[in-house]
């Protein structure tokens, strides 16, 4: 059995290197793993099965950092990521000094600034979060180890970049199957928020037109920027910027525009930026919420619907989203209101259940319990089951008796983010798709055959793709050994990294 090792430079090279193909098939493995972890039992003799995945295990040593012991168990075999974080305790800032004279930058074209108060908004100020000061790298620092079924040792992998860009996959799984993600928010700029863009880009780059990063410092918010079109390069000193325009890069690019604390307008743009986004990402270890409540709370901002994705804080005393958010956000949808108000599924999507009511801190401060979470397992289908169901919908199309379509010459869709026909909106050419969730408060399937079950299906559907999503993720070890996997294949499929034969 032959070793495969991947230093943090290989790791990198493959990533970089990924295909839209690439990351829809990698996608699509982790939300198998995800949906057999959340369905499967003992019984099933399923690998992936949560009762087979341990809890971790946190060293915490003199110097005050942290190392964690993360096992977990797949169908293609077992693994353990061993990661060291910095201690974010004691690391806290109140106030980062940035290029005040470029606090607010527009790459492309300068952002609406207009005023978006209404009568519904109190006056407030607000005061940038308390988090993990910049200068301390977060990223954690280690190494995973993956097994063959039988035990043999199968790869050694730097653990450094992995661990963001799965964090990312899960992310955007909800994500590429959102109707709107022209206005795209992200907070925070290491590598969490990197690879977060990253991969929206690569999935729905041509969709997103405004892509607003929202940073204590203005450096780290450029250098990003810079290092997602020109990875290889070091990153150009402000003011000099070595950014491709649209027409010479294959990387998407939207508007781009950076917002720091020290604008002089920040609490207006803040609130502007919040409520005019489609999609937000969290990415910061923040110990405060990131913006007031009140910014997506009030009427004014409960009139769009946007997806949301928590991803930076894990333990219980750190928060990204105001906990008045959350609690609205579980609140079961009514059709009758005096305000025109985007859908609420009544539940906050996890990638794990125990872990998010044990680790995250928006889950606990809000004092949400099991009955109104569901893991976003349950809600993907397995890929034989999505492929299935796209056979049926071509048959069904190519032997439709409407004129129009059965005699096209214009072939369905074969871009994996669009509809695959107008027989089946909900349903893309590729990639993950949504299925059905039996524990949604307020969207549980009728048992009764008919009207009742077609309804609450349609309602769940609305909801994951145009209503308020939020998804809150705090890391699983089998995410790491899923994507591990597909790392090592492609590895030794593209001739990346060391082998030694024989180990």
């Known amino acids: 059995?032959?070793?495969?090792?991947?230093?943090?430079?290989?790791?990198?090279?493959?990533?970089?290197?990924?295909?839209?193909?690439?990351?829809?098939?990698?996608?699509?493995?982790?939300?198998?793993?995800?949906?057999?972890?959340?369905?499967?039992?003992?019984?099933?003799?399923?690998?992936?099965?949560?009762?087979?995945?341990?809890?971790?295990?946190?060293?915490?040593?003199?110097?005050?950092?942290?190392?964690?012991?993360?096992?977990?168990?797949?169908?293609?075999?077992?693994?353990?990521?061993i990661v060291t974080l910095a201690d974010t305790d004691k690391s806290l800032k109140?106030?980062?000094?940035?290029?005040?004279?470029?606090?607010?930058?527009?790459?492309?074209?300068?952002?609406?600034?207009?005023?978006?108060?209404?009568?519904?908004?109190?006056?407030?100020?607000?005061?940038?979060?308390?988090?993990?000061?910049?200068?301390?790298s977060t990223t954690p620092k280690g190494s995973l180890t993956l097994l063959d079924r039988y035990g043999n040792t199968r790869a050694l992998i730097n653990a450094e970049e992995i661990t963001a860009f799965r964090t990312a996959l899960a992310s955007t799984m909800l994500f590429k199957k959102r109707t709107n993600v022209h206005d795209l928010v992200v907070f925070g700029a290491g590598k969490q928020a990197y690879w977060h863009i990253r991969l929206a880009l690569i999935l729905r780059g041509p969709e997103i037109h405004h892509l607003n990063i929202i940073n204590r410092t203005f450096e780290s918010a450029h250098n990003l920027v810079e290092k997602l079109y020109n990875p290889l390069d070091e990153p150009a000193i402000f003011p000099k910027i070595n950014i491709p325009t649209a027409e010479t890069t294959h990387l998407a690019?939207?508007?781009?525009?950076?917002?720091?604390?020290?604008?002089?307008?920040?609490?207006?743009?803040?609130?502007?930026?919040?409520?005019?986004?489609?999609?937000?990402?969290?990415?910061?270890?923040?110990?405060?919420?990131?913006?007031?409540?009140?910014?997506?709370?009030?009427?004014?901002?409960?009139?769009?619907?946007?997806?949301?994705?928590?991803?930076?804080?894990?333990?219980?005393h750190m928060v990204e989203i105001h906990p008045d958010i959350i609690r609205q956000n579980v609140q079961p949808h009514h059709t009758h209101h005096h305000h025109k108000h985007a859908r609420q599924g009544g539940a906050i999507i996890v990638d794990s259940v125990d872990a998010c009511l044990k680790e995250a801190g928006e889950i606990i401060q809000a004092g949400l319990t099991g009955r109104e979470v569901v893991e976003v397992g349950e809600l993907v289908m397995l890929k034989r089951d999505a492929e299935r169901r796209r056979v049926e919908v071509r048959s069904a199309t190519t032997s439709s008796s409407v004129p129009s379509l059965a005699s096209s010459q214009t072939p369905l869709s074969t871009d994996s983010s669009t509809p695959l026909s107008p027989f089946a909106p909900t349903l893309d050419s590729a990639g993950v798709e949504l299925g059905e969730a039996k524990k949604v408060k307020g969207k549980q399937k009728d048992k009764k055959e008919g009207k009742a079950e077609k309804e609450a299906d349609e309602g769940l559907m609305e909801w994951l793709q145009k209503g308020n999503v939020i998804y809150k993720s705090v890391g699983l070890g089998l995410m790491d050994v899923v994507v591990g996997t597909e790392l090592v294949r492609l590895a030794d499929e593209r001739g990346v990294g060391t082998r030694i034969e024989n180990f």
């Open 94 to 136: 109140k106030s980062v000094a940035s290029l005040s004279s470029f606090s607010s930058l527009s790459l492309e074209s300068s952002m609406s600034t207009g005023s978006s108060a209404t009568a519904f908004d109190p006056p407030e100020t607000f005061d940038p979060p308390e988090s993990v000061d910049s200068r301390q």
């Open 253 to 316: 690019r939207p508007k781009i525009q950076i917002l720091t604390p020290n604008h002089t307008e920040y609490d207006r743009l803040l609130k502007s930026t919040v409520r005019g986004s489609s999609v937000i990402f969290c990415t910061t270890p923040s110990l405060t919420p990131l913006f007031p409540a009140g910014h997506l709370t009030n009427p004014e901002g409960r009139k769009k619907g946007r997806y949301i994705s928590a991803i930076g804080s894990y333990k219980p």
């Open 1 to 81: 059995m032959p070793l495969t090792i991947l230093s943090d430079a290989d790791v990198r090279t493959l990533l970089l290197n990924l295909t839209k193909d690439d990351v829809i098939e990698m996608q699509q493995s982790l939300a198998d793993a995800l949906h057999y972890y959340s369905t499967s039992t003992e019984g099933d003799n399923n690998g992936c099965c949560s009762s087979y995945q341990p809890l971790r295990t946190a060293l915490k040593r003199n110097d005050g950092q942290t190392t964690l012991f993360m096992p977990a168990s797949s169908n293609e075999g077992i693994g353990v990521k």
